[in-house]
């Protein structure tokens, strides 16, 4: 199967670690990278290649994977780290697979 | 400094055509490839169609094969999204996305078409 999947919600307190999974078979043998996207604007990508992140995203926010899951890590939460977060790898043939996004609520 | 400029908002009819652009600047047009992303209201994002400028080879999403054209124009660093017959359910936010080695660092501002039945 080539979808990967990510759960809908996630709740955090300010100041705590948020983790979202995102899990498929298709990540056994691919990279993950991983967009962050406000209301009204435009995808952002703060994590690429699993674990890697482009300058200009803050150190909090890093990436793992092991076998046929990745995870986005937030360390020390914060208010406008509220967002939607989605987990993007290729499928067969290269074809692009987005997770169905998870919303992450700072509470 | 790598930009996508996406072209303004649409409003059309169910079984009109449009054609949407989005305009490169900053690197070499013809050496990355181009992704559509389409988002309905209120859900997530869904991998449309790529295109190589540089030869205009494109790959389709599956649930997308045979809906749009996606195409490209060299001498302007411009990618475009096409439909022959918008149904209502073409209205949408659509993103597109330069590929790198890095993946999709760089998106258009989004072109929202609204379809009316």
């Known amino acids: 199967s080539n979808g990967v999947t990510q759960p809908p919600s996630v709740s955090v307190s300010p100041g705590q670690t948020a983790s979202i999974p995102c899990s498929g078979d298709?990540?056994?043998?691919?990279?993950a990278c991983w967009f962050q996207q406000k209301p009204g604007q435009s995808p952002v990508m703060v994590i690429y290649?699993?674990?890697r992140r482009p300058s200009g995203i803050p150190e909090r926010f890093s990436g793992s994977k092991s076998g046929n899951t990745a995870t986005l890590t937030i360390s020390g939460t914060q208010a406008i780290d509220e967002a939607a977060y989605y987990c993007?790898?290729?499928?067969?043939?290269?074809?692009?697979?987005f997770g169905g996004g998870t919303k992450l609520t700072v509470l | 400094e790598v930009q996508l400029v996406q072209s303004g908002p649409e409003v059309k009819k169910s079984g009109e055509s449009l054609k949407i652009s989005c305009k490169a600047s900053?690197?070499?047009?013809?050496?990355?490839?181009i992704a559509w992303v389409r988002q309905m209201p209120g859900k997530g994002l869904e991998w449309m169609a790529t295109?190589?400028?540089?030869?205009?080879?494109?790959k389709y999403s599956p649930s997308f094969q045979g809906q749009v054209t996606i195409s490209a124009d060299k001498s302007i660093s411009t990618a475009y999204l096409q439909w022959r017959s918008l149904k209502a359910t073409d209205t949408a936010m659509y993103y597109c996305?330069?590929?790198?080695?890095?993946?999709?660092?760089?998106w258009g501002q989004g072109t929202l078409v609204a379809v009316s039945s």
């Open positions: 996305a330069r590929l790198d080695s890095r993946g999709f660092q760089y």
């Open positions: 900053g690197y070499t047009f013809t050496s990355n490839w």
């Open positions: 295109i190589y400028p540089g030869d205009s080879d494109t």
């Open positions: 298709t990540l056994e043998n691919t990279n």
């Open positions: 290649q699993n674990n």
């Open positions: 993007q790898t290729w499928g067969s043939n290269t074809d692009v697979v």
